[in-house]
Nanobody, 124 residues
Framework: QVQLVESGGGLVQAGGSLRLSCAAS????????MGWFRQAPGKEREFVAA????????YYTDSVKGRFTISRDNAKNTVYLQMNSLKPEDTAVYYC?????????????????WGQGTQVTVSS
């Protein structure tokens, strides 16, 4: 069982930056691949980024490549999402998720555990 708690969301102007954090409970954090997803109002939840167990491999959806960076600190049981050059279309609730099979899949159903989400709002 893993419990995930996101933080770091907020209101930022276009072009600004935010860093999201996702703190995980339990001693098995390093056993999970981790992902970030987002859901804008009226839209389906979508994949943003994923990172493998060791942190050595990362994956991004095309719309955030070069702007967002996913990372993890297994000693702190935390995964991060650094978001730079934010755009109004990045506005959404951002969720972190844990995948015990370590697949780093962009598919929602591959992830067994989810956080409650943190709101990111980018003003133009």
């Amino acid at each position: 069982q893993v419990q995930l708690v996101e933080s770091g969301g907020g209101l930022v102007q276009a072009g600004g930056s935010l860093r999201l954090s996702c703190a995980a409970s339990g001693r098995t954090f390093k056993s999970y691949a981790m992902g970030w997803f987002r859901q804008a109002p009226g839209k389906e939840r979508e994949f943003v980024a994923a990172i493998n167990r060791s942190g050595g491999m990362t994956y991004y959806t095309d719309s955030v490549k070069g702007r967002f960076t996913i990372s993890r600190d297994n000693a702190k049981n935390t995964v991060y999402l650094q978001m730079n050059s934010l755009k109004p279309e990045d506005t959404a609730v951002y969720y972190c998720a844990a995948d015990f099979l370590g697949s780093t899949s962009p598919t929602l159903t591959s992830y067994e555990y989810w956080g409650q989400g943190t709101q990111v709002t980018v003003s133009s």
